[in-house]
């Protein structure tokens, strides 16, 4: 079973610059996660997406961070412009019900930006 | 306001002897507690959970202790190997008795020597 695919893996940008990164969860999974993970802090929940609806966006800066899923499948985050503070590894993940229970979630390997 | 706290940044133990982590959490709705284990440039993967109404679950080397009056669990890794070498980050679910909605502690380098 593939996992969470992200790219880019690495993106060096200057700041008030945009950029976006792009996540295909694990098939069949409807519940998709963005994170921001800054260095010596543990994941923060920016964004979580149940098929295409969004279900909890209450840490995202929403004047500079925007999220979509469409399709209920890939999603794509964006900043813009960018800040010196979004220096992070953004991780998406996703999770699967079982039982009515979601008993895990399956993170993909990152993207981490550098704002300059 | 930190509601996980992972107080050891870092922790050293010597191949074969235990390792044990330790996490504290504040929120008392948390009911549903994850340890994950990162690489380098690699995302957290999935080691072992326990629900608020179990006290211990076990899965192999890897064992999860939970007091839920002291707010605080633990995970034991019996024998420790090379290969545990990693961060851990603790997490804990938020009032929906699953891994639905996480807050993640800040993560034990846990450094195993030979």
């Known amino acids: 079973e593939a996992g969470v695919a992200q790219s880019p893996r690495y993106k060096i940008i200057e700041k008030r610059q945009s950029v976006a990164f792009w996540c295909n969860p694990i098939s069949g999974h409807a519940t998709l996660y963005w994170y921001q993970q800054i260095l010596g802090q543990g994941p923060k929940l920016l964004i979580q997406f149940q098929n295409n609806g969004v279900v909890d966006d209450s840490q995202l800066p929403k004047d500079r961070f925007s999220a979509e899923r469409l399709k209920g499948v890939d999603s794509t985050l964006k900043i813009q412009p960018a800040k010196l503070e979004d220096s992070a590894v953004y991780l998406c993940?996703?999770?699967?019900?079982?039982?009515?229970?979601?008993?895990?979630?399956?993170f993909g390997p990152g993207t981490r930006l550098t704002v300059l | 306001d930190q509601q996980v706290k992972q107080n050891s940044p870092s922790l050293s133990v010597q191949e074969g002897r235990i390792s044990i982590l330790n996490c504290d959490y504040t929120n008392s709705m948390f009911d549903y507690f994850l340890w994950y284990k990162k690489y380098p440039a690699e995302g957290p993967t999935f080691l072992i959970s326990?629900?608020?109404?179990?006290d211990k679950n076990e899965d192999g080397r890897f064992t999860v202790f939970l007091n839920k009056s002291a707010k605080h669990l633990s995970l034991h890794i019996v024998p420790s190997q090379p290969g545990d070498s990693a961060v851990y980050f603790c997490?804990?679910?938020?009032?929906?008795?699953?891994?639905?909605?996480?807050?993640f502690g800040t993560g034990t380098r846990l450094q195993v020597t030979l």
């Open positions: 993940a996703s999770s699967l019900f079982i039982g009515g229970a979601v008993k895990q979630q399956f």
């Open positions: 997490a804990a679910g938020g009032g929906t008795g699953t891994a639905s909605k996480l807050t």
């Open positions: 326990i629900s608020s109404i179990k």
